[in-house]
Protein backbone atom coordinates (compact mmCIF):
# COMPACT_ATOMS: atom_id res chain seq x y z
CA UNK A 1 0.00 0.00 0.00
CA UNK A 2 1.28 3.26 -0.94
CA UNK A 3 2.29 5.19 2.13
CA UNK A 4 1.02 8.95 2.45
CA UNK A 5 4.56 10.17 2.24
CA UNK A 6 5.07 8.50 -1.06
CA UNK A 7 2.44 10.09 -2.79
CA UNK A 8 3.72 13.31 -4.84
CA UNK A 9 2.68 16.63 -3.37
CA UNK A 10 0.18 18.87 -5.53
CA UNK A 11 1.47 22.08 -6.58
CA UNK A 12 -0.89 24.10 -4.41
CA UNK A 13 1.07 22.33 -1.37
CA UNK A 14 3.97 22.90 -2.32
CA UNK A 15 3.38 26.63 -2.76
CA UNK A 16 1.71 26.44 0.54
CA UNK A 17 5.34 24.94 2.10
CA UNK A 18 6.90 27.59 0.57
CA UNK A 19 5.16 30.11 1.51
CA UNK A 20 5.98 28.68 5.14
CA UNK A 21 9.71 28.61 4.33
CA UNK A 22 10.23 25.55 3.42
CA UNK A 23 13.03 25.22 1.04
CA UNK A 24 12.69 21.61 -0.19
CA UNK A 25 9.21 22.25 -1.47
CA UNK A 26 10.81 24.62 -3.80
CA UNK A 27 13.58 22.18 -5.26
CA UNK A 28 10.95 19.86 -5.63
CA UNK A 29 8.75 22.09 -7.77
CA UNK A 30 11.68 23.39 -9.84
CA UNK A 31 12.53 19.20 -10.47
CA UNK A 32 9.10 19.13 -11.70
CA UNK A 33 8.95 21.54 -14.44
CA UNK A 34 12.26 22.76 -15.21
CA UNK A 35 13.00 20.66 -18.06
CA UNK A 36 9.71 21.49 -19.80
CA UNK A 37 10.50 24.88 -18.99
CA UNK A 38 13.99 25.24 -21.12
CA UNK A 39 11.95 23.33 -23.90
CA UNK A 40 9.18 25.92 -24.25
CA UNK A 41 11.81 29.04 -23.45
CA UNK A 42 13.61 27.90 -26.84
CA UNK A 43 11.22 27.89 -29.06
CA UNK A 44 11.51 31.31 -28.55
CA UNK A 45 15.61 32.45 -27.82
CA UNK A 46 18.12 31.79 -30.11
CA UNK A 47 19.81 28.45 -28.57
CA UNK A 48 19.36 26.16 -25.07
CA UNK A 49 22.12 28.78 -23.17
CA UNK A 50 19.82 31.61 -23.57
CA UNK A 51 16.71 29.24 -22.69
CA UNK A 52 18.50 28.26 -19.45
CA UNK A 53 18.86 31.48 -18.52
CA UNK A 54 15.30 32.26 -18.81
CA UNK A 55 14.10 29.47 -17.07
CA UNK A 56 16.08 30.37 -14.39
CA UNK A 57 14.96 34.18 -14.57
CA UNK A 58 11.53 33.31 -14.29
CA UNK A 59 12.21 31.25 -11.01
CA UNK A 60 13.28 34.29 -9.40
CA UNK A 61 10.59 36.23 -10.35
CA UNK A 62 8.26 33.23 -9.13
CA UNK A 63 9.81 33.26 -6.01
CA UNK A 64 9.60 37.12 -5.49
CA UNK A 65 6.18 37.14 -6.87
CA UNK A 66 4.73 34.02 -4.90
CA UNK A 67 2.79 35.56 -2.52
CA UNK A 68 0.76 37.79 -5.21
CA UNK A 69 -0.27 33.98 -6.70
CA UNK A 70 -4.26 33.92 -5.57
CA UNK A 71 -4.89 30.17 -7.62
CA UNK A 72 -6.92 31.51 -9.28
CA UNK A 73 -5.36 29.58 -12.53
CA UNK A 74 -3.43 26.49 -11.85
CA UNK A 75 0.29 27.26 -10.60
CA UNK A 76 1.68 25.76 -13.63
CA UNK A 77 -0.71 27.93 -15.73
CA UNK A 78 0.88 30.47 -13.86
CA UNK A 79 4.30 29.60 -13.94
CA UNK A 80 4.41 28.99 -17.77
CA UNK A 81 2.95 32.61 -18.88
CA UNK A 82 5.83 33.99 -16.71
CA UNK A 83 7.69 31.39 -18.53
CA UNK A 84 6.73 32.49 -21.74
CA UNK A 85 6.54 36.33 -21.61
CA UNK A 86 10.07 36.31 -20.37
CA UNK A 87 11.43 34.23 -23.42
CA UNK A 88 9.42 36.23 -25.72
CA UNK A 89 10.52 39.58 -24.14
CA UNK A 90 14.47 38.23 -24.50
CA UNK A 91 13.87 37.12 -28.15
CA UNK A 92 12.29 40.57 -29.00
CA UNK A 93 15.45 42.16 -27.81
CA UNK A 94 17.52 39.78 -29.83
CA UNK A 95 15.23 40.47 -33.05
CA UNK A 96 14.29 36.15 -32.69
CA UNK A 97 10.87 36.40 -31.92
CA UNK A 98 8.11 34.16 -34.22
CA UNK A 99 4.58 33.92 -32.67
CA UNK A 100 3.56 30.61 -32.96
CA UNK A 101 0.24 31.73 -35.03
CA UNK A 102 -0.53 31.47 -38.68
CA UNK A 103 1.33 29.21 -40.36
CA UNK A 104 2.34 27.05 -37.81
CA UNK A 105 -0.80 25.08 -37.34
CA UNK A 106 -1.01 24.63 -41.28
CA UNK A 107 2.30 24.54 -43.27
CA UNK A 108 6.01 23.07 -42.64
CA UNK A 109 8.33 24.33 -44.96
CA UNK A 110 7.55 22.56 -47.94
CA UNK A 111 4.08 23.71 -47.62
CA UNK A 112 2.75 20.32 -47.95
CA UNK A 113 0.57 18.64 -45.76
CA UNK A 114 0.72 15.60 -43.38
CA UNK A 115 -2.19 13.60 -42.73
CA UNK A 116 -3.48 9.93 -41.88
CA UNK A 117 -6.12 8.06 -44.12
CA UNK A 118 -9.98 9.04 -43.22
CA UNK A 119 -10.67 5.44 -41.91
CA UNK A 120 -7.91 5.89 -39.15
CA UNK A 121 -10.27 8.15 -37.50
CA UNK A 122 -12.67 7.08 -35.22
CA UNK A 123 -16.74 7.62 -35.94
CA UNK A 124 -16.95 11.71 -34.70
CA UNK A 125 -13.94 12.50 -37.03
CA UNK A 126 -11.84 14.32 -34.15
CA UNK A 127 -8.54 14.29 -35.59
CA UNK A 128 -6.94 14.02 -32.65
CA UNK A 129 -8.04 10.50 -32.14
CA UNK A 130 -6.98 8.78 -34.88
CA UNK A 131 -5.73 4.90 -34.23
CA UNK A 132 -2.48 4.12 -33.05
CA UNK A 133 -0.65 1.53 -35.67
CA UNK A 134 -2.66 -1.39 -36.10
CA UNK A 135 -0.16 -3.75 -34.32
CA UNK A 136 0.24 -1.64 -31.24
CA UNK A 137 -2.34 -4.10 -28.85
CA UNK A 138 -0.04 -6.81 -30.30
CA UNK A 139 3.18 -5.53 -28.15
CA UNK A 140 3.05 -6.44 -24.24
CA UNK A 141 3.41 -3.51 -22.17
CA UNK A 142 7.33 -4.35 -21.11
CA UNK A 143 7.98 -4.49 -24.96
CA UNK A 144 6.25 -0.76 -25.53
CA UNK A 145 8.09 0.40 -22.63
CA UNK A 146 11.81 -0.76 -23.79
CA UNK A 147 14.56 1.33 -24.52
CA UNK A 148 14.00 0.46 -28.29
CA UNK A 149 10.87 1.69 -28.73
CA UNK A 150 11.59 5.04 -26.50
CA UNK A 151 14.20 5.81 -28.49
CA UNK A 152 11.93 5.69 -31.43
CA UNK A 153 9.64 7.72 -30.48
CA UNK A 154 12.68 10.37 -29.15
CA UNK A 155 14.30 10.11 -32.63
CA UNK A 156 10.71 11.00 -34.49
CA UNK A 157 10.52 13.80 -32.25
CA UNK A 158 13.57 15.32 -32.85
CA UNK A 159 12.73 15.64 -36.86
CA UNK A 160 9.39 17.51 -35.82
CA UNK A 161 9.03 21.71 -36.19
CA UNK A 162 9.56 22.97 -32.73
CA UNK A 163 5.82 23.95 -32.03
CA UNK A 164 4.62 20.76 -33.23
CA UNK A 165 6.86 19.12 -30.74
CA UNK A 166 6.44 20.58 -27.85
CA UNK A 167 2.66 20.27 -28.28
CA UNK A 168 2.99 16.80 -28.32
CA UNK A 169 5.31 16.60 -25.48
CA UNK A 170 3.40 18.24 -23.16
CA UNK A 171 -0.39 16.41 -24.17
CA UNK A 172 0.72 12.98 -24.69
CA UNK A 173 3.85 12.55 -23.09
CA UNK A 174 3.00 14.93 -19.80
CA UNK A 175 -0.33 14.81 -20.15
CA UNK A 176 -1.42 18.64 -19.95
CA UNK A 177 -5.05 19.31 -21.37
CA UNK A 178 -5.67 21.34 -24.38
CA UNK A 179 -6.83 23.96 -22.56
CA UNK A 180 -3.13 24.50 -20.60
CA UNK A 181 -1.08 23.91 -23.83
CA UNK A 182 -2.81 26.61 -25.40
CA UNK A 183 -2.49 28.60 -22.37
CA UNK A 184 1.01 28.33 -22.01
CA UNK A 185 1.94 28.98 -25.85
CA UNK A 186 -0.67 31.65 -26.97
CA UNK A 187 -1.68 29.76 -29.31
CA UNK A 188 -5.66 29.43 -30.14
CA UNK A 189 -6.99 25.87 -30.00
CA UNK A 190 -7.74 25.51 -33.73
CA UNK A 191 -3.67 25.55 -34.03
CA UNK A 192 -3.22 23.15 -30.89
CA UNK A 193 -5.19 20.55 -32.54
CA UNK A 194 -3.64 20.63 -35.66
CA UNK A 195 -0.16 21.21 -34.20
CA UNK A 196 -1.11 18.11 -32.34
CA UNK A 197 -2.39 16.06 -35.59
CA UNK A 198 0.48 16.48 -37.79
CA UNK A 199 2.89 15.81 -34.91
CA UNK A 200 0.97 12.47 -33.82
CA UNK A 201 0.96 11.33 -37.45
CA UNK A 202 4.77 11.65 -38.34
CA UNK A 203 5.42 10.18 -34.51
CA UNK A 204 2.42 7.60 -35.97
CA UNK A 205 4.66 6.87 -38.97
CA UNK A 206 7.88 6.26 -37.19
CA UNK A 207 6.08 3.47 -35.13
CA UNK A 208 4.39 1.80 -37.72
CA UNK A 209 7.84 1.43 -39.99
CA UNK A 210 9.26 0.14 -36.24
CA UNK A 211 6.31 -2.11 -35.79
CA UNK A 212 6.65 -3.91 -39.65
CA UNK A 213 10.25 -4.39 -38.60
CA UNK A 214 11.33 -2.07 -41.46
CA UNK A 215 15.16 -1.09 -41.00
CA UNK A 216 15.64 2.37 -38.91
CA UNK A 217 18.49 4.41 -40.13
CA UNK A 218 20.74 5.77 -37.61
CA UNK A 219 23.61 7.08 -39.55
Known sequence: MENEQDR??????????IKSGDESAFQKLVERYYSSMVRIAALYVRDSAVAEDVTQETWIAVLKGLDKFEGRSSFKTWLFTILTNRAKTRAGREDRYVPLGPGWETEDATGE??????????NDGDWNSAFMPRKW???????????????????????????????????????WPSDEV??????????QRVLLHRARSKVRAALERYF????????
Open 212 to 219: AGEQVDRS
Open 137 to 175: EEFPEDYTASRELRTIIEEALATLPAAQAEVIRLRDIQG
Open 113 to 122: FDAVSAERFV
Open 182 to 191: CNVLAISETN
Open 8 to 17: PQTDLALVEA
